[in-house]
């Protein structure tokens, strides 16, 4: 059953947590699961002579997003100057990293899921409570449903 958080934070109208704040919230429950970014609008330099513009495609374009380590996933969270639209799961086997059509079949084969849409509000699905409770008390203006 997935724990759903929703963090609102925001500073003269504008969401405040970034990325990277969510990533060290999650701290190392992110270890050990298999990570991909499914959906990216964003600005910002991600290095290695790739364009975020060419990143974006490389991602949509794919079935199974952008995998990486969650090394790899903090080191890249950091390099967005602004994020409009993201989802990025983490399973616990490499076969549940794809997309799929219905939410509730992403929910129920990925262990985190962290969602930004239109820049309005992180969601953050979990099915596990500790990492809802750790998001809860690190975030101010939070919503929970599961």
């Known amino acids: 059953m997935a724990h759903i958080i929703e ?7 504008v969401l405040v947590p970034a990325l990277p704040k969510l990533i060290y919230e999650i701290g190392s429950k992110g ?6 970014i499914f959906y990216l ?6 290095g290695e002579n790739k364009s975020i513009v060419d990143f974006e495609e490389e991602i949509i374009n794919s079935s199974n997003g952008y995998c990486l380590s969650w090394e790899e996933l903090k080191d890249l969270s950091g390099r967005f100057d602004q994020i409009f639209d993201v989802l990025i799961v983490g399973a616990p086997c490499k076969k549940a990293i794809k997309k799929h059509d219905k939410e509730e079949d992403l929910l129920s084969n990925c262990s985190i899921v ?4 239109d820049g309005a509000c ?21 919503k929970l449903s599961y």
Do not use: M, P
């Open 31 to 36: 270890n050990g699961l298999y990570w991909s």
């Open 122 to 142: 992180w969601k953050v699905y979990s099915e596990d409570e500790s990492v809802i409770g750790q998001l809860e008390n690190a975030f101010f203006d939070t």
């Open 7 to 13: 963090i609102n934070d925001a500073k003269n109208g």
């Open 41 to 46: 609008y964003a600005t910002g330099d991600i």
């Open 114 to 117: 962290i969602d930004l849409f």
